[in-house]
């Protein structure tokens, strides 16, 4: 979210935030799930920007009528990715690479298509907190017959270069699934201990 919205006064936060809690209500109901009411133009933006406004508020000062919870209600009701889990991206082999000090025994194979990790990390500035994001690793996998339904969806333009990436979220993982093709890509929901039973997985193979 922009700066100047986190500098606001205490009363035009609150009308932002009622102006965006109306916002995801018309969005489920009237709106019909289109994002061009939404004042963030994305349910991701919108969510994430409810939250950092809200984290803004000093929290003696946070309004009733809107909660993290309430954030995480509108969150689950809006989302339109599709849940996976850990058994979909179950796979032999799959281990994890210094893509910087590569050797030859980390080359991909055939068989396999590429994997990185984003991890949200948070820092404090000035007295504000902010997130961004941190490599958290990358590596090779081969396609196990969950991924291979999901990418069968894709446009398959460049199969030969399909990847996957991992982007960290408050509560869950963005797992988006690409044929090599930006333009062509599916996005899915990886619940926070999918991942870590998954990863698990690499950790003991390495």
Same mark, same amino acid.
């Given at each position: 979210?922009?700066?100047?919205?986190?500098?606001?006064?205490?009363?035009?936060?609150?009308? #932002?935030?009622?102006?965006? &809690?109306?916002?995801? +209500?018309?969005?489920?109901?009237?709106?019909?799930?289109?994002?061009?009411? #939404?004042?963030? &133009?994305? =349910?991701?933006?919108?969510?994430?920007?409810?939250?950092?406004?809200?984290?803004?508020?000093?929290?003696?000062?946070? *309004?009733?009528?809107?909660?993290?919870? /309430?954030?995480?209600? %509108?969150? /689950?009701?809006?989302?339109?990715?599709?849940?996976?889990?850990?058994?979909?991206?179950?796979? *032999?082999?799959?281990?994890?690479?210094?893509?910087?000090?590569?050797?030859?025994? +980390?080359?991909?194979?055939?068989?396999?298509? #590429?994997?990185?990790?984003?991890?949200?990390? %948070?820092?404090?500035? /000035?007295?504000? &907190?902010?997130?961004?994001? @941190?490599?958290?690793?990358?590596? %090779?996998? &081969? =396609?196990? *017959?969950?991924?291979?339904?999901?990418?069968?969806?894709?446009?398959?333009?460049? *199969?030969? @270069?399909?990847?996957?990436?991992? =982007?960290?979220?408050? /509560?869950?993982? @963005? =797992?988006?699934?690409?044929?090599? @093709?930006?333009?062509?890509?599916?996005?899915?929901?990886? +619940?926070?201990?999918?991942?870590?039973?998954? %990863?698990?997985?690499?950790?003991?193979?390495?």
């Amino acid at each position: 979210m922009d700066a100047k919205y986190l500098e606001m006064t205490l009363e035009e936060k609150y009308q #932002l935030l009622d102006r965006m &809690k109306s916002d995801c +209500e018309y969005y489920l109901n009237g709106g019909r799930k289109q994002v061009k009411y #939404l004042w963030s &133009k994305s =349910v991701d933006a919108q969510i994430s920007n409810m939250k950092e406004l809200l984290s803004s508020i000093p929290q003696e000062k946070r *309004p009733e009528w809107l909660t993290y919870a /309430d954030i995480k209600r %509108y969150s /689950d009701a809006m989302d339109h990715r599709r849940v996976i889990t850990a058994e979909t991206l179950a796979a *032999p082999g799959a281990r994890l690479i210094n893509l910087l000090e590569h050797t030859r025994s +980390e080359y991909r194979h055939d068989d396999e298509i #590429l994997f990185s990790i984003r991890r949200r990390v %948070y820092k404090e500035e /000035d007295g504000k &907190k902010f997130f961004s994001y @941190n490599s958290g690793g990358y590596g %090779y996998t &081969k =396609v196990s *017959p969950g991924m291979e339904e999901i990418f069968n969806t894709l446009l398959q333009e460049r *199969p030969g @270069n399909r990847r996957i990436e991992f =982007v960290e979220w408050d /509560d869950s993982w @963005n =797992v988006v699934f690409y044929d090599g @093709n930006y333009l062509s890509s599916v996005t899915c929901r990886l +619940e926070k201990s999918e991942f870590t039973e998954w %990863y698990r997985t690499l950790e003991t193979a390495a």
